[in-house]
Each structure stands twice: as C-alpha cells, then as structure tokens.
C-alpha cells in the first residue's frame, strides 16, 4: 500500500474523543447536541482536513528526506498526516501538557518525531524549555534539507518565551496582562508576534536558506493566517507593528519603551491554509440535518463579551419554530473581573441558561471549544436548556458576576468534558428549539 492509498484509508477514522456528560433531565435533545458536537469535531480533525491539500507535497517533495517542525494543539495529526505522504528523517512538534499521552493522540505517534510539551494557556517554564529544544533541533536539522512545518492554534502559549532583546519581566506581565484581558485571539497574537522568540518569524529566521512548506489550521476570526500561533513564520508588517503599539499602548505599557527586534533576513514560505471553523460547521449541519432538524449555519456570530453572545443565541433560538436547529462558530472573550473559575464557553452557555429560564421557551443550547479546553478547566464547554437555572441552593447571577461558570455547572449534568480532541478551530454553539 503507498502512502496515499494508506492516507486514503485512515483519513476517515475518527479521534478517539471521550466525551462524557451525562444526559438525564436533557432528553434525547442534549443528546443529540452532543451528537453533532462530535461530528463538528471530526470534520475539523487534521487528519481529515489535511488531505485536501497536504498530497500535493509529493509533486514538490517526491521521496527525498525531509524534516519537519510543528506546534500547536493540532501539531500531532498534522505531523503524521505529513509522515504519511512525505518521507520525515527528522523533527519536533510542540503540544499542551497531557496532550501526547491523551486516548485521542496514540493514532498520531509518529517515529522520528520528537514530541514535546508546552504551557497552555498561559506560558510557563516548560514553554521555554520547548523553545529551546526547538532551536537546538531546528539547528541540527541536516544541511540543505527540506522542511515542512506545521502550525495551529495554542503555539503563542506553547512556545512563549521572550526574544533575547525583552526583558522577562516586561514579557510576563504582558503576558499575564493579555491572559485577562478581553481581547480577541488575532489582536493577542499581533502582540505576542513583536515580543516571542519564535513568533514574528523567528522560526522563519533559523530556516533562513531552506526550501521550506508551511500548512496552518486555523484558530482565528480573519482570513489572515499569517498570525496563527504568533506567526513563527512571518515577520510583522508595517501595519501590524503600528497595530502594535496602538494596542499595547492601551493596555498600560508604553510601546518606547518596548525593545525593538532587529527584521531576519529569511524569505518568507507561502502559508497553506488546510482548515478553519467553518470545517466544523458543516460537520455539525450534516450530522444536524441527518438528525432531522433545520439547520442554519451562523459562521462569525461569537465574538464580543460570552455573555451577551449567550444571551443573543438564547434569544434567536426562542423565536425560532420548534425543529431548529443554529450553529454558531467564532470565538467569544470573557474580560475577567472576578475569582472564580470558567471558561469562555461555559459563560456563555450560564448566561444563555439564564435567559432561557426568563425566555420559559423550550431550548437547548451547547457552546464548547473544538480543542476540548475551555479557560482553566477540564472541561470544553456546557450544554443547558430552560430548566437549568432553576436551582434554589445555586445563585447563576451571583456566578456568572464572579466568572465561575466552571464552579456553577460542577457537579451537575450539564459539561461537556472531551479531553484534547487534537484540532483546534476555535469555538461551536449548537442550539436546538424544542
């Protein structure tokens, strides 16, 4: 069998997700919102997504030796999505803590390839450990060899360590300044470029003089690619540093008194984008559709503040004729001003269950990460429906106030808990009138 028969023949075979919310009190409804969840998931899975345009290395490659780095919560299906069709000698993948050793990741394990952890979401000791043991790989790589790389969503965090000419101190309270703020993911990572080792084309620099392959699965909101993981592998623009320093001027430092790194000299690959959160979109149509439901897609409906977008959804699906079904893709952000605990999706799916208990209309609504992480937690995300605020011993609006989602549904019926599903394309909501 040659690899792209081989290719052909696992391309189809599904992550092996665990997703283990228990159903009572939901129905058949809640089931068949986690129904469609997995078959978002699945459609967005690189192994899948990759072969629409990974086989075409085989024309630019043939069968000579090539080395491979890559980051990401997608790093491991795309690494061995490339294996199958390219002949990798050598390479290093960086991927969350956990994530190596997940049920969802032994089909991916490649031989050859170095697998190593970093810190998510927030850059840690590990996440500078990886960064040099990437450049100590990346430099060892054998002369004159070709490279592919791959990048997806988490990489900002995985390798975040700061470029030798920014202090540590002065990159850590950005950091931890941006880990609370209410930013979107794109915006984050047009910071994060100007001040990694690694982003803003510094991987790009130690591939200076090598044929190189780059392929993205994406996690942001805009059709520029180019920022996915901080951009490893292109150096800013000029509108991406004025950008630069509006934004960080707003969050409280002084973009002056922000070193300058000097511009690498290497000459940028194209980008390849092989998915995006539409390809999880329409996984959730088909599966919603075969169910019997009418579907609509809303791709770009999540963004802003999880709870007004919660309450948003809970609004339209009340208006809607029993039978619909919305999916809503994008990414929404939680400005943190309270101790609790949660997660983007878990606010939006408490704020959308107080609606719908004020709303009485029978609904229910699944808001969840396609990576199967939601902030801080172990969960990706939550299902409810009108009933589920309806709890004398817990206050919602007290929690949702404290962004303790998390804290709220703990215990109950209602997360969503997959562990890492190996792809990452930002968020889904599933809403479903009853």
Not at 54 to 60: A, F, S, T, V, Y
Not at 80 to 92: A, F, H, K, L
Not at 109 to 116: C, F, K, P, R, Y
Not at 195 to 217: E, I, K, M, N, P
Request: charged content about 20%.
């Amino acid at each position: 069998m040659d690899a792209i028969q081989m290719f052909v023949a696992v391309r189809n075979t599904t992550t092996a997700l665990d997703i283990r919310s228990i159903s009572s009190g939901f129905g058949q409804v809640f089931e068949h919102t986690k129904t469609i969840l997995h078959s978002a998931i699945q459609n967005a899975t690189p192994s899948t997504a990759s072969f629409r345009v990974i086989p075409e290395l085989l024309d630019l490659y043939d069968e000579e030796p090539i080395c491979l780095a890559g980051v990401g919560k997608a790093a491991l299906p795309m690494a061995w999505s490339v294996g199958q069709i390219c002949n990798v000698v050598d390479g290093i993948v960086t991927v969350p803590e956990g994530y190596a050793n997940a049920p969802s990741a032994q089909a991916y394990l490649s031989d050859g390839i170095n697998v190593i952890e970093g810190n998510h979401p927030t850059p840690g000791k590990k996440s500078q450990q990886s960064v040099i043991e990437v450049i100590e790989k990346v430099q060892s790589f054998r002369a004159g060899s070709s490279v592919v790389v791959v990048i997806s969503g988490g990489g900002s965090s995985l390798w975040g360590a700061p470029h030798p000419t920014i202090p540590d101190e002065l990159y850590n309270r950005v950091m931890d300044t941006l880990a609370k703020s209410a930013l979107p993911v794109d915006t984050m990572n047009v910071i994060r470029s100007q001040l990694g080792y690694l982003s803003g084309g510094g991987l790009c620099d130690l591939l200076h003089g090598r044929r190189v392959a780059t392929f993205v699965l994406s996690d942001v909101p805009v059709d520029d690619i180019s920022v996915v993981a901080s951009g490893p592998m292109t150096h800013p623009t000029g509108g991406q540093t004025t950008r630069f320093q509006s934004m960080i001027s707003e969050l409280g430092f002084d973009w002056r008194n922000i070193p300058k790194r000097a511009q690498g000299s290497c000459s940028q690959s194209e980008l390849i984008k092989i998915g995006d959160n539409l390809l999880a979109l329409e996984g959730a149509r088909t599966k919603a559709e075969e169910l019997g439901f009418t579907v609509s897609i809303r791709p770009g409906f999540i963004t802003g503040e999880a709870r007004e977008v919660g309450k948003s959804i809970a609004e339209e699906i009340t208006a809607s004729t029993p039978g619909t079904c919305v999916v809503y893709g994008g990414e929404s952000v939680v400005k943190v001003t309270g101790r609790g605990k949660g997660g983007r999706n878990q606010e939006l799916a408490l704020s959308a269950a107080i609606e719908l208990d004020k709303i009485d209309i029978a609904a229910t609504i699944l808001a969840a990460g396609t990576d199967g992480i939601d902030g801080p937690t172990n969960a990706a995300g939550a299902v409810v429906n009108e009933l589920t605020c309806r709890d004398a011993e817990r206050d919602a609006g007290v929690h949702l106030a404290n962004n303790n989602s998390y804290n709220y549904f703990l215990g109950s019926d209602n997360h969503i808990i997959t562990g890492p599903t190996q792809t990452n394309v930002m968020d889904i909501a599933i809403a479903v009138r009853r």
